[in-house]
T-cell receptor
């Protein structure tokens, strides 16, 4: 069975410093992995998707994530945080062999001025 | 291309009433999924429709139901509303085929039950 764990419910960083949001997953098959962002009172927006073409995936707004099979991780990073990055971020796993999409519980990112 | 639209954006109802929420997917998308989002439970999957048929269902009581029309628009209905049904209801659509697990979300409908 597939599952996804976001290791931090809240992360605070100063503007201009790097961002790291951690995600671990378990999957029986070949997973697709996603990161979505949700700004207050908005729907979820797709940041990036991993499908096995390349382990380092670049997304929108300067975010990227690296798929590490040995560590079953798919952490989201950004070199320099901006105030507009303050939002909730969701890691999502989807198995090719299982018709389910599983969302993590979310990580709220706070940006300090 | 227009994104996923949901109507209404905000709704206030009282306990015992029923409510219908609407979702129009991105043109060409045939799958529509519904989610309930609350601060305590996070994002929970309600159901998914594809070609007017319910394909998957989450663990919600029968008070929650949905349907999909031939133009892929979808509605969800909640009967006999309870206070705990207060939530943001999100709809997501996806393409058929290989990219079917990439979901595009609407802005949500904020339901408040008094």
């Amino acid at each position: 069975a597939q599952s996804v764990t976001q290791l931090d419910s809240h992360v605070s960083v100063s503007e201009g410093t790097p961002v790291l949001l951690r995600c671990n997953y378990s999957s029986s098959y070949s997973p697709s992995l996603f990161w979505y962002v949700q700004h207050p009172n908005k729907g979820l927006q797709l940041l990036l998707k991993y499908t096995s073409a390349a382990t380092l995936v670049k997304g929108i707004n300067g975010f990227e994530a690296e798929f590490k099979k040995s560590e079953t991780s798919f952490h989201l990073t950004k070199p320099s945080a901006h105030m507009s990055d303050a939002a909730e971020y969701f890691c999502v796993v989807s198995d090719q062999g299982d018709d389910k999409i599983i969302f993590g519980k979310g990580t709220r990112l706070h940006i300090l001025p | 291309k227009a994104g996923v639209t949901q109507t209404p954006r905000y709704l206030i109802k009282t306990r015992g009433q029923q409510v219908t929420l609407s979702c129009s997917p991105i043109s060409g998308h045939r799958s529509v999924s519904w989610y309930q989002q609350t601060p305590g439970q996070g994002l929970q999957f309600l159901f998914e429709y594809f070609s007017e048929t319910q394909r998957n269902k989450g663990n919600f009581p029968g008070r929650f139901s949905g349907r999909q029309f031939s133009n892929s628009r979808s509605e969800m209905n909640v009967s006999t509303l309870e206070l705990g049904d207060s939530a943001l209801y999100l709809c997501a659509s996806s393409l058929p085929g290989g990219d079917s697990d990439t979901q595009y979300f609407g802005p949500g409908t904020r339901l408040t039950v008094l």
